[in-house]
């Protein structure tokens, strides 16, 4: 079982920055990729990025490429997802998963609770 908890989200300004983390307990990080999602309201969850677990290759959704950024610290059983240049239309709940791609999982497939992200001036 693995227990997922996110933070660091909050209300910026449009083009400000956050800085989401992901810290898991009750087993390591190291096996798993790590997914970060996001639902607006209205709107179904969509996949924004994912790190893998041996590698730590990437991939980003083209809607934030180039303005956010997702890193792992597996000592410290954690990921970040580093938000910059933030938009009003980024505004949602931001999870993590230890899948990539929704439903993919199986019995291995563990989300967090989620963190409120809003962008407005």
């Known amino acids: 079982q693995v227990h997922l908890v996110e933070s660091g989200g909050g209300l910026v300004q449009p083009g400000g920055s956050l800085r989401l983390s992901c810290v898991a307990s009750?087993?390591?990080?190291?096996?798993?990729?790590i997914g970060w999602f996001r639902q607006a309201p209205g709107k179904e969850r969509e996949g924004v990025s994912c790190i893998g677990a041996s590698d730590g290759s990437t991939w980003y959704a083209d809607f934030v490429k180039g303005r956010f950024t997702i890193s792992r610290d597996n000592g410290k059983n954690t990921v970040y997802f580093e938000l910059d240049n933030l938009k009003p239309e980024d505004t949602a709940v931001y999870y993590c998963a230890t899948v990539c791609v929704e439903g993919t999982g199986g019995n291995e497939e563990y989300w967090g609770q989620g963190t409120q992200v809003t962008v407005s001036s």
């Open positions: 009750g087993s390591s990080l190291d096996y798993y990729a």
